[in-house]
């Protein structure tokens, strides 16, 4: 059914296309809107969930992680200064195995108070062992919530995972959106069906103890190994959904004019689609230059960026937050990966948007222009639009 | 127990079966060990009124020994025998 719908809305209805049975939720702008329509679709009728209002961000994960024991199909959303109020939560969810499903708008931390998108808040939770998905689109929004929930419900991989929306652009930017037919997606998904859950009738302890000799290091081991199987699970669960609902993103790394391109941009979330714009714009001028979008962080599509280097001179990273002390983290993470192959393209580094300034046409022909600069020679992080003296 | 590999322990620090507290054996927390010296031992039963973990092995109304599997060295046997009877010595090394 074609609607009109902000990003928010469309990850109202798709934890309504999925069936969530439990979200327990915190409103904090500027995801308030998914809260607000997930009200307004139990109220109308159209959902049956168990809508939990939290006094907290914490106490959501918290609660969202216990339903998710119980065996129900859990979701939650937050942004910003909640999310980073349930980081503990966070570790807590992936540790005991629960595939929450969690939307995060992307929005800058304070201090100063600033609700723009920046995605410093989920970079910051990189290490918490979920999933973490980047989206371009509200229709995205919509197709990956659902295939989500078929990535992390699989045996083989039970972590959480989020999906982030960047504040405004996509959670506030209205535009046609199409949700999948719910029989469709019924089959798709099936039912969440753990091999372990809280039942009275078959007792098991959950948050146990384990001490530095048992097994704590191997319960680790198992979470690095889940990981690795959402990996594959999250290509081929994007490619099945291509073959039923007939949208596909690419899986792990979205390709955009990659195949001859000398310079290639690296981005996540809603920046790509005039990075799009301008790469189509140069194209048409004889440049060759490509756009590699990343769609996921974590499980971090290495092997991926492995492939594309073979193939480029340049790639230009653009990081919508900064690690202090270092560099934007997917610039870091980035020639990590790269590190000990045959002839590595140049990579560097652009601090860009942050706190919600816009990303331009001009700013993104800028970086591919400095980029060409023969005297750049090493990897260098450049604030790019700065109010420079 | 602990002989198990990740290949065999369920994810998530998850105990599948209820009422395993008696399997976990509390005497590997212990960093002293007791030592009763029978030859000593006028069976007061101080040792055994006082072992905080029941751990003195009793048999006939006498001590015949202490139950490693739960003491935890605290080393109060010792401390209340009036024979010298226990002795504590390190763990890990010569008994």
Known sequence: MKMVLSGNEAAAYASMIARAEVIPAYPITPQTKIVEKIADLIADGKFNTQFIKMESEHSAMAAAISASLVGARTFTATSSQGLLLMHEMLHWASGSRTPVVMVNINRAIAPPWNVWADQSDSIAQRDTGWIQFYCESCQEVMDTTIQLYKICEDNDVLLPAMLSEDAFYLSHTSEPVDMPDQDAVDTFLGKFDPPYKLDVENPHSFGSLSMP????????????????????????????????????????????????????????????????????????????????????????????????????????????????????????????ALYGIDNPPLVRGYVIGIGGRDVTRNSLINIINDSNNPEIKGPVDTWVDLKRC | MSEKTWKEVPMGGLILEAGNAAEYLTGDWRTERPIFHEDKCKQCLFCWICCPDTSMIIKDKKVIGIDYDYCKGCGICMEVCPFDAIEMVQEGGDE
């Open chain 1, 213 to 336: 000799h048992q097994w704590y290091m191997e319960f680790r081991y198992k979470i690095a190994l889940a990981m690795e199987e959402a990996r594959k699970k999250i290509v081929e669960v994007d490619r099945e959904y291509g073959k039923i609902f007939g949208r596909s993103y690419g899986g792990m790394l979205d390709l955009y004019r990659c195949d001859d391109a000398d310079i290639v941009l690296v981005a996540a979330g809603s920046m790509s689609s005039t990075i799009r714009v301008v790469v189509d714009e140069l194209r048409e001028n004889g440049a060759k230059v490509g756009f590699a979008r990343l769609r996921v962080f974590r499980p971090f599509p290495a092997e991926e960026f492995r492939s594309l280097a073979a193939k480029v001179g340049t790639i230009c990273v653009l990081d919508r937050s900064f690690c202090f002390g270092y560099e934007g983290a997917f610039f870091t993470e980035i020639k990590a």
